[in-house]
C-alpha cells in the first residue's frame, strides 16, 4: 500500500489550499483516513479524520469551521480543503489510511502561509 499527498505550497495568510492523498496497492478495504501535520520542533498532532464511508468526520479545534475533511472512495483519494490558512497552519502535512488493520502514512506535503 502506497499514500501519495500532493496539493502543499506556499500561500499567503486567508488563502486556500487543497492537499490530496492517493492511496494505491491493496486498497480493497480501506477504513478510516486521517490528516496529521507536523510543525517544526512540535509534535505530530491529528488534523482531521473520516470515517470508511465518510459519513462521520472529526477536527482538531484549531481548525474547526475553516478545513474540510472528504473522501472518494472510487478513486480511493482523501482530501483536506484548507481555507483561511494561518501562518500557524505551517507544517508538513501527512495522511495515514487503516487498512486491514494496519496503519499506513504518505510521506507529507509542505504547507507554508506566510503572514
Known amino acids: 500500500v502506497q499514500l501519495v499527498e500532493s496539493g502543499g505550497g506556499l500561500v499567503q495568510a486567508g488563502g486556500s489550499l487543497r492537499l490530496s492523498c492517493a492511496a494505491s496497492?491493496?486498497?480493497?478495504?480501506?477504513?478510516?483516513m486521517a490528516w496529521y501535520r507536523q510543525a517544526p520542533g512540535k509534535q505530530r498532532e491529528l488534523v482531521a479524520t473520516?470515517?470508511?464511508?465518510?459519513?462521520?468526520?472529526s477536527y482538531a479545534d484549531s481548525v474547526k469551521g475553516r478545513f474540510t475533511i472528504s473522501r472518494d472512495n472510487a478513486d480511493n483519494t482523501m482530501y483536506l480543503q484548507m481555507n483561511s490558512l494561518k501562518p500557524e497552519d505551517t507544517a508538513v502535512y501527512f495522511c495515514?489510511?487503516?487498512?486491514?488493520?494496519?496503519?499506513?502514512w504518505g510521506q507529507g506535503t509542505q504547507v507554508t502561509v506566510s503572514s
Open positions: 495515514r489510511a487503516l487498512i486491514l488493520g494496519h496503519y499506513y
Open positions: 496497492g491493496s486498497t480493497s478495504t480501506i477504513y478510516s
Open positions: 473520516i470515517t470508511a464511508g465518510g459519513g462521520r468526520t
